[in-house]
């Protein structure tokens, strides 16, 4: 059974950094791209970032580039998003997914749980 | 960059009804469209990938259709546990969701 389980998440102040963590399990992690997308209280889903099966590719939305990493361990399993200087804003449950590419495009097919952030003073 | 905008916002319907939802794309996206299902609390599910192709044990009464930069989402006969709010999905891009509600 495939599964991902984030981790992390907290109340941080404006500014501050926290590293999210997705443990993956049931499946070949190392054949797989991963996604980070994430939906502020009562909003719509927004992607964040996405990262290869070898880490070699790697995309970032605008309102996050220069401010968030994405990374992955392939011998841990593990997908991490390393978050800095962040804002208001960037409050949000994080998902974790898998990324399933059909034709030419790309789909997200088994997700997390989530993990909460929340940028407070 | 593409932009999805999905309609409704919101419908309200019984159970037993036929929902449809419309997703349409800025520009033509060939059939590179995903619906996704989420309840409240709960992590997204994918329903529908390249615009009609049924994810693995979702329900038969789910169907997509389209492609260029019109598509739709059907449930042919509403039940119970399909009180949710829906998304389409292109790349990076999702639509604002469409959320389902009793009637």
């Known amino acids: 059974e495939v599964q991902l389980v984030e981790s992390g998440g907290g109340l941080v102040q404006p500014g501050g950094s926290l590293r999210l963590s997705c443990a993956a399990s049931g499946f070949i992690f190392s054949d797989y791209s991963m996604t980070w997308v994430r939906q502020a209280p009562g909003k719509g889903l927004q992607w964040v970032s996405s990262?290869?099966?070898?880490?070699?590719?790697?995309y970032y939305a605008a309102s996050v580039k220069g401010r968030f990493t994405i990374s992955r361990d392939n011998t841990k399993k593990s997908l991490y998003l390393q978050m800095s200087s962040l804002r208001v804003e960037d409050t949000a449950l994080y998902f974790c997914?898998?990324?399933?590419?059909?034709?030419?495009?790309?789909?997200?097919?088994?997700w997390g749980q989530g993990t909460l952030v929340a940028v407070s003073s | 960059d593409i932009q999805m905008t999905q309609s409704p916002s919101s419908v309200s319907a019984s159970v037993g009804d036929r929902v449809t939802i419309t997703c349409r794309a800025s520009?033509?996206?060939?059939?590179?469209l995903a619906w996704y299902q989420q309840k409240p609390g709960k992590a997204p599910k994918l329903l529908i990938y390249a615009a009609s192709s049924l994810q693995s044990g979702v329900p038969s009464r789910f169907s997509g259709s389209g492609s260029g930069t019109e598509f739709t989402l059907t449930i042919s006969s509403l039940q119970p546990e399909d009180f949710a709010t829906y998304y389409c999905q292109q790349a990076i891009t999702f639509g604002q969701g469409t959320k389902v509600e009793i009637k």
């Open positions: 990262i290869s099966s070898s880490a070699d590719t790697i």
């Open positions: 520009q033509g996206i060939s059939s590179w």
């Open positions: 997914a898998r990324v399933f590419q059909w034709r030419g495009s790309d789909y997200f097919d088994y």
